[in-house]
């Protein structure tokens, strides 16, 4: 039963807008590098040398690695124990989310506002007045919600005006809507449509989705080939998710040759953009023993950095490796801790598909 639910989110495709990632895509190649190398070290429990790497990556504000530095400090690994040290980077690495509107905004239009009640009221006064980027963070935000209540029809109202000025995260998102019938009834053929305008407009994220239809043949013949080489332009545009994706098809042969190595490395690179889905799937590797020696120590490792970013499967697997001491002594209360944060987590339109999982933008 735990493999059998590991399989079930391995092709995890997360459905984003292309910005949602800002804060990390504005770090250059050596801060990538070394978040990698971060992620090797705590696999590898070499703790003093992982704090060395996310320690200088954190001060950049690097999300990931201010979540990981701060879970460090409240477990003392490498460090001395600080609930002061652990409490600064958990609010640091919070902010990201809470103010998460904010690193939305196009970089033109060079948002400053620290309050995001105040980017919403901006971003809404742009769309009044025809902005395209301000209608599309108003739907995202009407979407996500946090800042305003959610409300499915007025972000597709929204989106559909900034679409009209070929605003291609609001196309992508349109064709999510259809894909998984968000407000709008369920159309697969309109879905791929908004997916290859995106694509036309160079949008990884709309070669990621289509990619992901391909992959379990809605509205499409099942095609990984496809998949597979729409996965390849999304990942070489730099796309954390797609990168997982096409790891993901690496390591079961499909539209690929068999390459777990390549794999492996394709899960890395997406771990250093912070992707929950990736830290799970390697964690799945060495769980596993596919090709790689297992060590369930590692697979707890990587589900631990997978759950701490808030992936249910991550969550589901912890619980069930406490409720049946898999690599760690039995411990019920950590196992329902566990389970409960999974049952808390995510919406009606969280979908399962089969071997699939796909989640809203």
Not at 3 to 17: A, G, K, Y
Not at 57 to 65: D, F, H, I, R
Not at 277 to 297: F, R
Request: charged residues 20%; aromatic residues 14%; glycine residues 8%.
């Amino acid at each position: 039963m735990f493999q059998q639910n590991s399989l079930n989110v391995l092709f995890f495709l997360l459905l984003t807008i292309y910005t949602q990632n800002l804060a990390f895509a504005s770090e250059n190649t050596d801060s990538k590098e070394m978040m990698i190398l971060a992620i090797k070290a705590i696999a590898d429990q070499d703790y003093v040398q992982a704090i060395s790497l996310l320690k200088p990556l954190a001060s950049k504000g690097v999300q990931a690695a201010q979540y990981k530095l701060a879970n460090m400090y409240e477990n003392g690994l490498g460090v001395d124990k600080s609930s002061e040290e652990s409490l600064k980077w958990y609010k640091q690495a919070a902010q990201h989310r809470t103010q998460g509107p904010k690193f939305m905004v196009d970089i033109n239009y060079n948002v400053a506002a620290s309050d995001p009640q105040e980017a919403f009221k901006l971003w809404k006064q742009l769309a009044k007045e025809g902005d395209a980027i301000g209608q599309f963070n108003v739907g995202l935000c009407y979407f996500k919600g946090g800042v305003v209540k959610v409300n499915y029809k007025k972000a597709y109202e929204y989106w559909q005006k900034s679409a009209e000025q070929n605003n291609s995260n609001a196309i992508v998102n349109l064709g999510f809507m259809y894909q998984h019938g968000a407000y709008v009834k369920q159309d697969l053929q309109k879905a791929i449509e908004y997916y290859h305008k995106g694509i036309s407009l160079n949008n990884p994220i709309a070669y990621n989705n289509l990619a992901f239809m391909y992959a379990s043949g809605d509205g499409v013949s099942q095609d990984y080939k496809t998949a597979s080489q729409y996965l390849e332009i999304a990942s070489q545009m730099g796309n954390a998710d797609a990168k997982s994706n096409l790891g993901w098809l690496y390591q079961k042969g499909l539209g690929e040759e068999t390459n777990i190595d390549k794999a492996k490395s394709l899960y890395l690179e997406a771990c250093s953009a912070g992707l929950p889905a990736a830290y799970y799937n390697l964690g799945y590797l060495y769980q596993s023993g596919i090709g790689v020696p297992q060590d369930l120590t590692k697979a707890m490792t990587y589900y631990e950095l997978a759950a701490a970013l808030g992936f249910p499967a991550a969550e589901t697997d912890l619980g069930f490796m406490y409720e049946k001491g898999v690599s760690v002594p039995k411990d019920y209360n950590k196992a329902l801790k566990w389970y409960k944060a999974r049952g808390q987590k995510w919406s009606s339109l969280d979908m399962q598909v089969d071997a699939l999982e796909t989640v809203s933008p």
